[in-house]
């Protein structure tokens, strides 16, 4: 009664029967409904939509090809989970979530379907708010019935129980609530809350619930400050004085840093700690090395421990460096430090902060930056928005969402959308990818009037840009990042997300449209989760899309398309909810599993920037397998290069492409470095020295310079040309 959702039936892993309760509680409004006339057949983008009144009417205007037109409708069904709008001035239904309905017009537009002396009505509406999980709402109206009968002894016994019971899902309601924020790392507002939760508030098995989350942050706070107690007097008994100085700075650091997310950094110290075997030293160095390269990886061996430290400051004034003959520079004392081999400058990464700070926030938002970025060659520079989430800790790893605007919309009303708008009072945002921990990127990617994507490498160098320069300014977790984007921002994320399906843990294309490169790309969404949300009256959207649909449906690819009735071009903040429920279930496909063989990929690209997918890059493609976005349609012949990639369990590894240049990137996520690798190129094997793939600290390095990606860094690589040079590319070369 609200949306269609569709899904492959390849997906489906088991069919369970709903579990029904009662019967939902609903409310059928009168209104003058327009049944003939002027029909609504296609609704275009939003210009305004004036608030709903007490009897369920509102103004909707949208923008036509002849202008703004206002629409008056009204609401004629209201459930708890949806409602029926009908247009008043012409003949239209839409139906929209109930909860996208503001608390303040919900209770009015209650209030007006019967008489609120009447306690079977008050009854009726208490229901309508239990149903809808609103349970303040509920428990006002049952009191609101007492009080007009306070003297009724039999009614308040009848209202007793269902009191007590709100007064526990209340609790419940709660108390997941916080689990969630605990969970997004928001400690200090978990804590705090909880605190403010007492007997009257919270039943009996709620209440202990309380006790023992409160009971839990005790323990780690006295644990954090025992870890930092013991650690300072260890420190003061280290008699050399040239490894004091040497260790102070990242005592000092500790010290200043350590907190609920990363005190496990020294669970092998606090273990250890009181160890009489092990000298101070000894102890001290597990603390260090602890918080350099996380847990597994401390060791007792002071030594290293100092080098850990240089080791990373080295990596940092790498990574910060402004030029190649500086970056040079700082390379080469890579080789006077222990600790400067590969295999620790990959784990100091996966810890350490990211390598460049970021500015300032905004006057007004203290959650909010504003950076910027080159463009792309002789292009302006791209100025983007992040919003980080509350208590943001760039220690911790935070899922982000890349979000692209529509025409004439700005990137802070994409902010907005996601996170919520800044509130004062509180000091923070309170939309849904605060509640869950997300960091939000909002790129102005679009040129001035800019009214249709380009498919350009202009617009993918702005999105790909900002990616890569946020995850080297916050704390990203590269391996949940979601792109999504509404209107043209929803057709440019279709097209950037199947032409970069390794970067995405997920796409989100909002009221988008399938056209030039997406529909050649289809076979890039193998691998990568796709979840579009539109409208049944955006015009012949979903004719124009079905071929694209069908096509990642029929082969069980892991997309939902999702259409809601009634509805056109507008920005469904109906679907955040589920969209929050299904980013949470999911993790970029990067490596496959190391314990999942063979890992293969298929692949097909048609422009020069389209050129890596996963491990594989691409060079030298064939003239014919060359469009530029203006050179649309297709001339006569062109054929996109498919790339088909394997790895095998034996460290064999098999490309087939029609690229006349390829080169392997390697880590040990991949294949084991310490034995031979066999390389077969489009049927031919690859020479190599000894058979070995040698890592290298320059390799890893710059890899992490140009794609930001600290979880995931390659060791190694190997170019070759794989033989598949037409005349064409010869003479062009």
């Given at each position: 009664?609200?949306?269609?959702?569709?899904?492959?039936?390849?997906?489906?892993?088991?069919?369970?029967?709903?579990?029904?309760?009662?019967?939902?509680?609903?409310?059928?409004i009168?209104?003058?409904?327009?049944?003939?006339?002027?029909?609504v057949?296609?609704?275009?983008?939003?210009?305004r939509?004036?608030?709903?009144?007490?009897?369920?009417?509102?103004?909707?205007?949208?923008?036509t090809?002849r202008?703004?037109?206002?629409?008056?409708?009204?609401?004629?069904?209201?459930?708890?989970?949806?409602a029926?709008?009908?247009?008043?001035t012409?003949?239209?239904?839409?139906?929209?979530?109930?909860?996208s309905?503001?608390?303040d017009?919900?209770?009015?537009?209650?209030?007006?379907?019967?008489?609120p002396?009447d306690?079977e009505?008050?009854?009726?509406?208490?229901?309508f708010?239990?149903?809808?999980?609103?349970?303040?709402?509920?428990?006002?109206?049952?009191?609101?019935?007492?009080?007009?009968?306070?003297?009724?002894?039999?009614l308040?016994?009848?209202?007793?129980?269902?009191?007590?019971?709100?007064?526990?899902?209340?609790?419940?309601?709660?108390?997941?609530?916080?689990?969630?924020?605990?969970?997004?790392?928001?400690?200090?507002?978990?804590?705090?809350?909880?605190?403010?939760?007492?007997?009257?508030?919270?039943?009996?098995?709620?209440?202990?619930?309380?006790?023992?989350?409160?009971?839990?942050?005790e323990?780690?706070?006295?644990?954090?400050?025992?870890?930092?107690?013991?650690?300072?007097?260890?420190?003061?008994?280290?008699?050399?004085?040239?490894?004091?100085?040497?260790?102070a700075?990242?005592?000092?650091?500790?010290?200043?840093?350590?907190?609920?997310?990363?005190?496990?950094?020294?669970?092998?110290?606090?273990?250890?700690?009181?160890d009489?075997?092990?000298?101070?030293?000894?102890?001290?160095?597990?603390?260090?090395?602890?918080?350099?390269?996380?847990?597994?990886?401390?060791?007792?061996?002071l030594?290293?421990?100092?080098?850990?430290f240089?080791?990373?400051?080295?990596?940092?004034?790498?990574?910060?460096?402004?030029?190649?003959?500086?970056?040079?520079?700082?390379?080469?004392?890579?080789?006077?430090?222990?600790?400067?081999?590969?295999?620790?400058?990959?784990?100091?990464?996966?810890?350490?902060?990211?390598?460049?700070?970021?500015?300032?926030?905004?006057?007004?938002?203290?959650?909010?930056y504003?950076?910027?970025?080159?463009?792309?060659?002789d292009?302006?520079?791209?100025?983007?928005?992040?919003?980080v989430?509350?208590?943001?800790?760039?220690?911790?790893r935070?899922?982000?969402?890349?979000t692209?605007?529509?025409?004439?919309?700005?990137?802070?009303?994409?902010?907005?959308?996601?996170?919520?708008?800044?509130?004062?009072?509180?000091?923070?945002?309170?939309?849904?990818?605060?509640?869950?921990?997300?960091?939000?990127?909002?790129?102005?990617?679009t040129?001035?009037?800019?009214?249709?994507?380009?498919?350009?490498?202009?617009?993918?160098?702005?999105?790909?840009?900002?990616?890569?320069?946020?995850?080297?300014?916050?704390s990203?977790?590269?391996?949940?990042?979601?792109?999504?984007?509404?209107?043209?921002?929803?057709d440019?994320?279709?097209?950037?997300?199947?032409?970069?399906?390794?970067?995405?843990?997920?796409?989100?294309?909002?009221?988008?449209?399938a056209?030039?490169?997406?529909?050649?790309?289809?076979?890039?969404?193998?691998?990568?989760?796709l979840y579009?949300?539109?409208?049944?009256?955006d015009?012949?959207?979903?004719?124009?899309?079905?071929?694209?649909f069908?096509?990642?449906?029929?082969?069980?690819y892991?997309?939902?398309?999702?259409?809601?009735l009634?509805?056109g071009?507008?920005?469904f903040?109906?679907?955040?909810?589920?969209?929050?429920?299904?980013?949470?279930r999911?993790?970029?496909?990067?490596?496959?599993?190391?314990?999942?063989?063979?890992?293969r990929?298929?692949?097909?690209?048609?422009r020069?920037?389209?050129?890596?997918?996963?491990?594989?890059?691409?060079?030298?493609?064939?003239?014919?397998?060359?469009?530029?976005?203006?050179?649309w349609?297709?001339?006569?012949?062109t054929?996109?290069?498919?790339?088909?990639?394997s790895?095998?369990?034996?460290?064999?590894?098999?490309?087939?492409t029609?690229?006349?240049?390829?080169?392997l990137?390697?880590?040990?996520?991949?294949?084991?470095?310490?034995?031979?690798?066999?390389?077969?190129?489009?049927?031919?094997?690859?020479n190599?020295?000894?058979?070995?793939?040698?890592?290298?600290?320059?390799?890893?390095l710059?890899?992490?310079?140009?794609?930001?990606?600290?979880?995931?860094?390659?060791?190694?690589?190997?170019?070759?040309?794989t033989?598949r040079?037409?005349?064409?590319?010869?003479?062009?070369q």
């Open positions: 009664d609200l949306r269609r959702t569709w899904f492959s039936k390849r997906l489906i892993e088991k069919v369970t029967e709903e579990q029904r309760g009662e019967l939902p509680e609903k409310f059928i009168q209104q003058r409904v327009m049944r003939e006339g002027l029909a057949r296609t609704v275009g983008p939003v210009a939509i004036k608030p709903f009144d007490e009897y369920g009417r509102r103004i909707f205007t949208m923008l090809l202008g703004p037109v206002s629409i008056v409708q009204g609401i004629t069904v209201l459930t708890p989970t949806w029926k709008v009908e247009g008043l012409h003949s239209w239904d839409m139906r929209i979530a109930t909860s309905i503001p608390r017009e919900l209770a009015k537009i209650l209030t007006k379907q019967g008489d002396s306690v009505f008050r009854k009726r509406v208490a229901r708010y239990l149903q809808a999980e609103r349970y303040d709402e509920a428990a006002k109206e049952l009191e609101a019935i007492l009080a007009q009968r306070p003297g009724d002894p039999q308040k016994q009848a209202l007793d129980p269902s009191i007590r019971k709100l007064k526990e899902l209340r609790a419940r309601q709660l108390l997941a609530e916080l689990q969630l924020r605990r969970e997004a790392g928001q400690h200090r507002l978990v804590l705090a809350q909880l605190r403010k939760i007492t007997p009257d508030t919270a039943p009996g098995a709620e209440m202990q619930a309380v006790r023992e989350m409160i009971q839990e942050y323990t780690l706070e006295s644990q954090r400050a025992e870890t930092l107690k013991r650690l300072e007097a260890l420190a003061k008994q280290i008699d050399n004085e040239a490894i004091g100085q040497r260790i700075p990242v005592l000092k650091e500790i010290v200043a840093e350590l907190s609920f997310n990363t005190l496990d950094r020294l669970s092998a110290f606090r273990r250890m700690a009181d009489s075997s092990l000298q101070p030293g000894e102890r001290v160095s597990l603390a260090l090395s602890g918080w350099l390269l996380g847990p597994k990886d401390a060791t007792p061996k030594s290293t421990s100092i080098s850990l240089g080791t990373r400051e080295l990596i940092r004034q790498y990574l910060t460096a402004p030029d190649r003959l500086t970056r040079t520079q700082i390379l080469e004392r890579f080789s006077a430090y222990e600790a400067g081999s590969p295999a620790l400058v990959a784990k100091l990464l996966a810890q350490m902060k990211p390598p460049l700070e970021p500015p300032a926030p905004e006057a007004n938002d203290s959650h909010c504003e950076l910027e970025v080159p463009g792309l060659a292009t302006p520079a791209v100025r983007y928005l992040v919003a989430p509350p208590e943001y800790d760039p220690h911790r935070y899922p982000a969402i890349l692209l605007h529509g025409a004439g919309i700005s990137p802070a009303r994409q902010i907005d959308w996601w996170a919520g708008a800044w509130n004062d009072k509180l000091g923070m945002r309170m939309g849904q990818a605060s509640r869950h921990g997300y960091i939000v990127i909002a790129p102005d990617w040129a001035e009037h800019q009214k249709q994507y380009q498919y350009s490498a202009r617009e993918h160098a702005a999105v790909l840009n900002c990616l890569r320069d946020a995850c080297r300014r916050f990203i977790d590269t391996d949940r990042v979601f792109l999504s984007g509404h209107s043209i921002g929803g440019a994320a279709w097209d950037i997300g199947l032409a970069h399906p390794d970067l995405w843990a997920g796409v989100i294309p909002f009221v988008a449209t056209d030039k490169f997406c529909i050649l790309y289809w076979e890039n969404a193998a691998r990568l989760p579009f949300v539109c409208g049944e009256l015009g012949a959207k979903m004719t124009k899309n079905a071929r694209d069908d096509r990642y449906l029929k082969r069980g892991n997309a939902t398309v999702v259409e809601y009634g509805r071009h507008e920005d903040s109906d679907e955040i909810l589920r969209l929050f429920d299904w980013m949470g999911l993790r970029r496909d990067f490596f496959f599993r190391r314990d999942s063989f063979p890992k990929f298929t692949a097909v690209t048609l020069q920037w389209d050129s890596f997918f996963w491990w594989v890059e691409l060079g030298q493609l064939p003239v014919k397998a060359q469009l530029e976005p203006d050179d349609p297709p001339p006569r012949g054929q996109p290069v498919q790339t088909e990639a790895i095998t369990a034996t460290n064999n590894i098999f490309v087939k029609g690229a006349g240049q390829v080169t990137w390697f880590s040990p996520e991949m294949v084991d470095l310490e034995k031979r690798v066999n390389v077969t190129i489009n049927g031919s094997r690859v190599l020295r000894g058979g070995l793939i040698e890592p290298k600290v320059e390799t890893l710059e890899d992490v310079r140009t794609r930001g990606d600290r979880q995931h860094p390659f060791w190694a690589k190997l170019e070759t040309p033989g040079l037409d005349s064409t590319s010869r003479t062009r």
